[in-house]
Every structure is written in structure tokens, then in C-alpha cells.
């Protein structure tokens, strides 16, 4: 941390340190005078080892709680770590205090050094303050000021530890299993509120409030009916990624990579590869542009055997490709995201024909086409290039906002055009 950084980040230190014992302390009594408190446990749970060395890990968070504050390398950085901190405890205490749980867990008698940890830990705590796990949604946002800080051995330690971290919260009977999924996700949906990077252009704060009653929708469902209900949890998880990625205009939080995406994100992907189809169910699924370049929908597997080349522009759908450019859906690119997909077409000359994909192809593939286009020399100008993709696609859909963003880039690249 740079020197002129320390008093801030004792500062920040000073106010989240009381503020969590106080509003962690508050639940906790507020929740012991209630007549009654359920709990949420499944019976394979009581089967759980308790180790009582995990109890380490599980103090260290205290320590790494303060450090983090102390690795910040900007005040923006700080302050926005900072309101992380202050959002995650506040949620987690609204949680808390509306759906409040119990442990059931009873643990052995101790000896030793464990037994003062404890001890030291059971001064404070009680058995509430369960769903979600606050040790977990820490872990979850103290873990990127970490790994910027660290490499190699010691990243790989580090994070070996923090999941340490997380195990300890249930090794050492402090959670049952439902609160440590909870507390990822928690932690998760704090970074996504208060993120590193956004992409004002792409953003839709619609889609953002769409999606995320979806996922709270399914999840009310899931804890209401419980049993085969649980499974409602992954679609929901699934569909709160989303509201991420439109809340800050980031296709990453969809986690594609190389063509593939993580299993937690399979229930949206199953959601728009059936919307894809159902939408062109009665259309031509691709059609030739130019030069062997054609555009279209995110192809099946015998669609797929007609073109040795393929550019993928969708950031939600599993495709084997020569180059992925992930764009979310309904947002318009970027000029670099654009540049990639023009280049990325151009490297294809030898390997026609080409499809340029989208989930439809009815936009993010069409702009890509336009401006190969351009960059080929094919048309003089936006409108040109626009005019040559409806006529080899008529039901594309490009409007205002594309077509100014294609524009755009196109004097980006070219300078204004005459």
C-alpha cells in the first residue's frame, strides 16, 4: 500500500470492525429472544466430522479481514472494497433478522488449545446468524484483494486456505451445509453490485430486474417447498449471474471460456439455446453474405459439419469455434469486441466457407458482418454495409442503437465518412 493510503484504510478499519461486532451481536441477541427459531439441516449433515483444529482457519479470517484494507493500491480501490465490506454485512444481517436459522449442531467437549479458541468464539457467538454464511461471502470478496496481490506458491497457498476457510465454518459446527452455497452466493452478488469493471454501453438495467426477480423467485420457491425443490437453487444461482452480467455489462460473469461454459450457468444456457430455436424454428438458419463469409444462428451439430470455420459472438451458448467473442445478448458491442470479430473473419479466408453466429443471428452477427464489410472494402460506408446484411438476412434485427454503434466504429476505423 502506498503510504498515503494507511490512514484512510485505518480509518475504514475503524468503522467496519465495531460496526460488524455490533450488527453481528444484534441479530444474534434480537434472535435469542424470539420464542422459537427453525432450523435448516439435512440428516446426512449429523454425519459431518468435527474438527477442532479448523477452528484456525476459522479465526484467521479476522486477520485477513483487516489486511485486506491494508493491500489496497488506490483509494478507489479501497473505498470500493470498502463499501463491499459494509454491503455484505448489512445484507447479511437483513438476512439474518428476517429469515433467522438455528444450528443444531452439539460439539464435543474440548481440551487443549482448541478449547480456548472456542471458548474465545462462544463468548460472542451464538448458534443464529446462519443463512448466509458471512465467513463465506467474506472469503468470497477478500479473495480478489489477495489474489492481486499474490503469484505462483503463494497465491496457490492462499487460496488453498481460503477454502480452507470455508470448510472450517462447517468442520468446527458453526454452519449447517445450506449456509455455505448461501454465502458464496451473497458474497458473490456484492461483487457483482459493486464491480471492478463496468461497460456502461452494454448495461440494461431491465433485463438486470427481469432476471434477478426470476432468481429470487425460484429460490423463495425452493426454500417454501424444499425436498426435490432444492434443485431450484441451480437455475436460480444461474439466472442471478445473469442480472450480473446486464447490471454491469460484463459477458465474464457468464464464464465462458474457450467455447465453454461452467456447469452453474447450464440452466440459462439451456434456456436460450431452446429460445434460439424456437425463434428461427421456421427461418433459414444461415445465409451467404460474401466471399464464402455467411451469417446466422448459433448452428446444431449438422449445421455445424458445412462450414470449416465457424466465429462465435454469443456469450451464452457452448460452441466449438475457430474464435469466440462473447457479446451479451440485446447490448451492442464494443469497438473492441468489433474489432476482434472483424479480424477474427478475416483469418478465416483460407478456410471458407465461414458462419458469423449469434444466438439467432439476427444482430450481434449481422454488426459483425457490417463491419467486415467496411473493413474489406466491400461497402463505403454503415448504411452500405447494413443494406448488404439485410439483403442476404432479411429477418435481421438491427436497430438504432446498432446501427449508430456500427457507425461509430466505422469512423473509429476509417474516419468520418463523405
Same mark, same amino acid.
Given at each position: 500500500?502506498?503510504?498515503?493510503?494507511?490512514?484512510?484504510?485505518?480509518?475504514?478499519?475503524?468503522?467496519?470492525?465495531?460496526?460488524?461486532?455490533?450488527?453481528?451481536?444484534?441479530?444474534?441477541?434480537?434472535?435469542?429472544?424470539?420464542?422459537?427459531?427453525?432450523?435448516?439441516?439435512?440428516?446426512?449433515?449429523?454425519?459431518?466430522?468435527?474438527?477442532?483444529?479448523?477452528?484456525?482457519?476459522?479465526?484467521?479470517?479476522?486477520?485477513?479481514?483487516?489486511?485486506?484494507?491494508?493491500?489496497?493500491?488506490?483509494?478507489?480501490?479501497?473505498?470500493?472494497?470498502?463499501?463491499?465490506?459494509?454491503?455484505?454485512?448489512?445484507?447479511?444481517?437483513?438476512?439474518?433478522?428476517?429469515?433467522?436459522?438455528?444450528?443444531?449442531?452439539?460439539?464435543?467437549?474440548?481440551?487443549?488449545?482448541?478449547?480456548?479458541?472456542?471458548?474465545?468464539?462462544?463468548?460472542?457467538?451464538?448458534?443464529?446468524?446462519?443463512?448466509?454464511?458471512?465467513?463465506?461471502?467474506?472469503?468470497?470478496?477478500?479473495?480478489?484483494?489477495?489474489?492481486?496481490?499474490?503469484?505462483?506458491?503463494?497465491?496457490?497457498?492462499?487460496?488453498?486456505?481460503?477454502?480452507?476457510?470455508?470448510?472450517?465454518? /462447517? +468442520?468446527?459446527? %458453526?454452519?449447517?451445509?445450506?449456509? #455455505?452455497?448461501? !454465502?458464496? *452466493?451473497? @458474497?458473490?452478488?456484492?461483487? =457483482?453490485?459493486?464491480?471492478?469493471?463496468?461497460?456502461?454501453?452494454?448495461?440494461?438495467?431491465?433485463?438486470?430486474?427481469?432476471?434477478?426477480?426470476?432468481?429470487?423467485?425460484?429460490?423463495?420457491?425452493?426454500?417454501?417447498?424444499?425436498?426435490?425443490?432444492?434443485?431450484?437453487?441451480?437455475?436460480?444461482?444461474?439466472?442471478?449471474?445473469?442480472?450480473?452480467?446486464?447490471?454491469?455489462?460484463?459477458?465474464?460473469?457468464?464464464?465462458?471460456?474457450?467455447?465453454?461454459?461452467?456447469?452453474?450457468?447450464?440452466?440459462?444456457?439451456?434456456?436460450?439455446?431452446?429460445?434460439?430455436?424456437? /425463434? +428461427?424454428?421456421? %427461418?433459414?438458419?444461415?445465409?451467404? #453474405?460474401?466471399? !464464402?463469409? *455467411?451469417? @446466422?444462428?448459433?448452428?446444431? =451439430?449438422?449445421?455445424?459439419?458445412?462450414?470449416?470455420?465457424?466465429?462465435?459472438?454469443?456469450?451464452?451458448?457452448?460452441?466449438?469455434?475457430?474464435?469466440?467473442?462473447?457479446?451479451?445478448?440485446?447490448?451492442?458491442?464494443?469497438?473492441?469486441?468489433?474489432?476482434?470479430?472483424?479480424?477474427?473473419?478475416?483469418?478465416?479466408?483460407?478456410?471458407?466457407?465461414?458462419?458469423?453466429?449469434?444466438?439467432?443471428?439476427?444482430?450481434?452477427?449481422?454488426?459483425?458482418?457490417?463491419?467486415?464489410?467496411?473493413?474489406?472494402?466491400?461497402?463505403?460506408?454503415?448504411?452500405?454495409?447494413?443494406?448488404?446484411?439485410?439483403?442476404?438476412?432479411?429477418?435481421?434485427?438491427?436497430?438504432?442503437?446498432?446501427?449508430?454503434?456500427?457507425?461509430?466504429? =466505422?469512423?473509429?476505423?476509417?474516419?468520418?465518412?463523405?
Amino acid at each position: 500500500m502506498m503510504p498515503r493510503l494507511w490512514p484512510r484504510a485505518l480509518l475504514w478499519l475503524a468503522f467496519l470492525a465495531p460496526f460488524f461486532f455490533l450488527t453481528y451481536n444484534f441479530a444474534n441477541h434480537f434472535t435469542s429472544q424470539r420464542p422459537s427459531v427453525p432450523s435448516l439441516a439435512f440428516t446426512w449433515e449429523f454425519n459431518l466430522p468435527f474438527l477442532a483444529w479448523t477452528i484456525l482457519p476459522y479465526w484467521s479470517s479476522d486477520l485477513l479481514y483487516a489486511g485486506s484494507l491494508m493491500l489496497c493500491r488506490s483509494r478507489e480501490e479501497l473505498d470500493r472494497h470498502g463499501r463491499r465490506l459494509l454491503a455484505i454485512q448489512c445484507f447479511s444481517v437483513a438476512c439474518f433478522l428476517i429469515f433467522p436459522l438455528r444450528c443444531l449442531y452439539l460439539k464435543p467437549a474440548l481440551s487443549g488449545w482448541t478449547r480456548h479458541l472456542f471458548d474465545s468464539l462462544l463468548s460472542f457467538d451464538q448458534p443464529f446468524n446462519q443463512a448466509p454464511s458471512l465467513h463465506l461471502s467474506l472469503a468470497v470478496i477478500l479473495w480478489p484483494v489477495y489474489r492481486a496481490r499474490t503469484s505462483g506458491f503463494l497465491r496457490t497457498f492462499t487460496a488453498a486456505w481460503f477454502i480452507l476457510i470455508g470448510i472450517a465454518a /462447517w +468442520t468446527t459446527y %458453526q454452519h449447517h451445509f445450506i449456509d #455455505l452455497p448461501t !454465502g458464496i *452466493w451473497a @458474497g458473490i452478488l456484492v461483487l =457483482a453490485a459493486l464491480p471492478t469493471n463496468t461497460y456502461p454501453n452494454a448495461i440494461r438495467p431491465r433485463l438486470t430486474v427481469l432476471y434477478l426477480l426470476a432468481a429470487i423467485l425460484l429460490t423463495f420457491g425452493a426454500f417454501y417447498t424444499e425436498g426435490l425443490a432444492w434443485l431450484l437453487l441451480w437455475p436460480a444461482f444461474s439466472l442471478s449471474l445473469v442480472a450480473s452480467a446486464y447490471w454491469t455489462g460484463d459477458p465474464a460473469w457468464l464464464g465462458k471460456r474457450n467455447g465453454r461454459l461452467p456447469f452453474w450457468i447450464w440452466p440459462y444456457v439451456a434456456f436460450a439455446w431452446l429460445n434460439s430455436r424456437i /425463434w +428461427t424454428r421456421s %427461418q433459414t438458419p444461415n445465409n451467404p #453474405l460474401s466471399n !464464402g463469409v *455467411w451469417i @446466422g444462428r448459433a448452428p446444431n =451439430a449438422k449445421e455445424r459439419q458445412s462450414f470449416p470455420s465457424l466465429i462465435d459472438l454469443t456469450a451464452e451458448l457452448p460452441l466449438a469455434s475457430n474464435a469466440c467473442i462473447p457479446i451479451l445478448d440485446l447490448t451492442p458491442p464494443s469497438f473492441s469486441q468489433l474489432d476482434a470479430a472483424v479480424a477474427a473473419i478475416e483469418k478465416t479466408a483460407n478456410d471458407r466457407p465461414t458462419l458469423v453466429c449469434c444466438a439467432l443471428g439476427y444482430s450481434r452477427s449481422a454488426l459483425a458482418a457490417a463491419g467486415w464489410l467496411i473493413a474489406s472494402g466491400q461497402a463505403r460506408s454503415s448504411v452500405e454495409a447494413l443494406a448488404a446484411v439485410r439483403r442476404a438476412r432479411p429477418q435481421v434485427v438491427i436497430g438504432a442503437s446498432l446501427t449508430h454503434r456500427l457507425q461509430q466504429w =466505422a469512423e473509429y476505423r476509417n474516419g468520418p465518412s463523405i
